[in-house]
């Protein structure tokens, strides 16, 4: 059985693009794969026109491409502030400038307030943003974020669209998996889509939002054709 | 600031105390207990570094102090070389080892039980194999020759011992006092809440842990030297006794784990009751009954051991000056 095959696909510097698609298309996979936490067994990954097939997370996140965890990994036993510290020391040894860029990461996502929290108190809300801290403490060029709305209240989405596209102007590119259509809508320059492990449409979020293989995908075989007639 | 200083002035004194201790107690047996509190703390403190900081548990820490009474005995014995340059070498074979056994394991991914079960075996076949080898005197021992001396690292009294026991545990506060305000430390705390996470937040996990286990054989080394200096004998069943590597980890977690006093708070009350028991109860075998009932309670009702039992009430009492002394020391 094959998760994920022959997609193909590219981000470009200083896009938001999104990764859609049915349970199990993959989607998490594929951010696995391109994240070096799974190898692929063929293909090209390509970051800043340099292959990473075969490179650790770790090497992956050093070079400024680093992902969240769509079941969110806090680090329960610490505190909000140290957990974003762990990220921001991926570019400083120095423990005073990892927690400063820690509280700058904190005002950018809305944490301020929760710094001296316990991780594990946190909130799912919470959790998700602490999620999205630790990544941007690495000071990344590509962000991927793995369903980051996922369990969240509309005014909770609300905020974090305003956080995300905060990130993009401050220069950070984004490719981000998400089931929420509204946010999706919202965020995306572009849209892929992928269902069972192939690549089924891409383009603007509208583009693919209409497209006919893309109802099917999501809700079965002759669901294009009822909607139109409905329509 | 007034905060951390006052918690250095605590420390200052506390030290200050146990330096100047030896000169009210006249008494060699109370000695000889400390010098052994002290001993069993720092290597509780060498295997905390590993499984309280970094998370991962090892059940064969004597691997590193059998080995480091080894190398400064056999140093000592065939070459006739100081053990006051020895217990470096110690050092530096006990940290190898680390590296070895560290790359071995973490490399092949074994953590939890795994990796308890893979260093417990190293250990075993450490202590066979210095059974069967001619240099390490077999089954028979390295005996060691009485000379006191600073050179020899051998003292004329037992006050001599305490105060090299005192260095070596002041040694290894100190490394985890560091460990626990730097990025290192903040790694290894990362690698035990969670190694996915921390590896994507970019840090290189296999790298770290092998960081942390080498240290723990460092430290594991020179305590070798320090036993054979003292008792003057090493055997394969004494250098890679299980019942050490149960004991560093044991006072550790009953002091608390990833704390920078729990192997010194642990080996504190687990030696002063094991004593205690001793000498009030006379039928043989029954104290061990009543160390192995006060070390059940501990454990299961305390499962962050005795500091994180002390850290909890302050919280409770709504006083938590402590915790955010804590928080300080640990970002």
Redesign the interface.
């Given at each position: 059985m094959v998760a994920v095959s022959s997609v193909d696909l590219e981000v470009n510097e200083k896009e938001i693009v999104s990764l859609i698609g049915p349970n199990g298309a993959g989607k998490t996979t594929l951010f696995a794969m391109v994240a070096g936490f799974l190898k692929a067994d063929e293909g090209e990954i390509n970051f800043e026109n340099a292959s990473i097939v075969g490179m650790k997370p770790h090497q992956i996140c050093q070079r400024g491409m680093v992902r969240t965890f769509q079941i969110t990994q806090p680090f329960a036993g610490l505190t909000t502030l140290q957990n974003i510290m762990v990220g921001a020391y991926s570019n400083t040894p120095q423990t005073i400038s990892a927690r400063k860029k820690a509280e700058e990461v904190a005002e950018v996502v809305g944490m301020t307030s929760l710094l001296s929290q316990g991780a594990d108190g946190l909130t799912v809300a919470g959790r998700k943003r602490l999620e999205l801290a630790r990544a941007l403490a690495t000071d990344p060029k590509l962000l991927l974020l793995d369903e980051v709305m996922a369990g969240l209240n509309p005014a909770e989405i609300d905020e974090i669209v305003k956080v995300i596209k905060g990130i993009r102007d401050r220069g950070v590119t984004i490719f981000l998996i998400e089931h929420v259509m509204k946010a999706v809508m919202n965020l995306s320059d572009r849209t892929y889509v992928l269902n069972d492990g192939k690549l089924i449409a891409s383009g603007t979020p509208s583009s693919v939002a209409e497209n006919p293989q893309v109802i099917e995908a999501y809700l079965g075989h002759g669901a294009a054709e009822a909607m139109a007639e409905g329509a | 600031m007034s905060n951390l200083r006052r918690h250095l002035a605590f420390l200052v004194l506390g030290a200050l105390g146990l330096i100047i201790l030896p000169y009210f107690i006249s008494s060699r047996f109370y000695i000889d207990v400390l010098t052994l509190i002290f001993f069993t703390a720092y290597l509780g403190q060498s295997w905390n570094i590993l499984g309280g900081y970094a998370g991962q548990f090892s059940f064969g820490g004597v691997m590193f102090f059998g080995t480091g009474a080894y190398v400064s005995s056999i140093l000592l014995t065939t070459f006739g070389f100081p053990p006051i340059f020895g217990i470096f070498l110690a050092i530096l074979g006990g940290a190898f080892l680390g590296l070895i056994v560290g790359y071995m394991s973490f490399r092949s991914g074994l953590k939890g039980s795994y990796f308890a079960l893979i260093t417990l075996a190293f250990a075993e076949l450490l202590r066979v194999l210095a059974n069967s080898v001619e240099f390490t005197g077999g089954g028979v021992g390295l005996f060691l020759t009485y000379a006191p001396g600073l050179s020899n690292l051998q003292f004329e009294t037992p006050v001599g011992f305490y105060y090299f026991a005192l260095v070596l545990m002041f040694i290894s506060i100190a490394i985890v006092y560091w460990l626990e305000?730097?990025?290192f430390g903040?790694?290894l705390?990362?690698i035990?809440?969670?190694e996915?996470?921390?590896?994507?937040?970019?840090?290189?996990?296999l790298r770290c842990k092998i960081y942390a286990i080498m240290i723990m054989g460092a430290m594991g080394g020179a305590a070798g030297t320090f036993y054979s200096q003292k008792y003057l004998y090493l055997d394969p069943p004494i250098a890679y006794s299980i019942h050490l590597s149960v004991e560093m980890l044991l006072v550790t977690i009953v002091g608390g784990m990833g704390t920078i006093f729990g192997p010194l708070v642990g080996a504190f009350v687990l030696h002063t009751v094991n004593e205690v028991a001793r000498h009030f109860i006379d039928t043989p075998g029954l104290s061990l009954i009543v160390y192995g009932l006060i070390l059940i309670i501990i454990i299961g009702y305390l499962p962050n051991g005795l500091i994180g039992a002390f850290k909890k009430k302050e919280k409770k009492s709504g006083s938590n000056s402590l915790d955010k002394k804590r928080?300080r020391e640990?970002?």
């Open positions: - | 305000g730097s990025r903040a790694q705390v990362a035990r809440e969670n996915d996470a921390a590896e994507a937040l970019g840090i290189d996990t928080s640990e970002s």
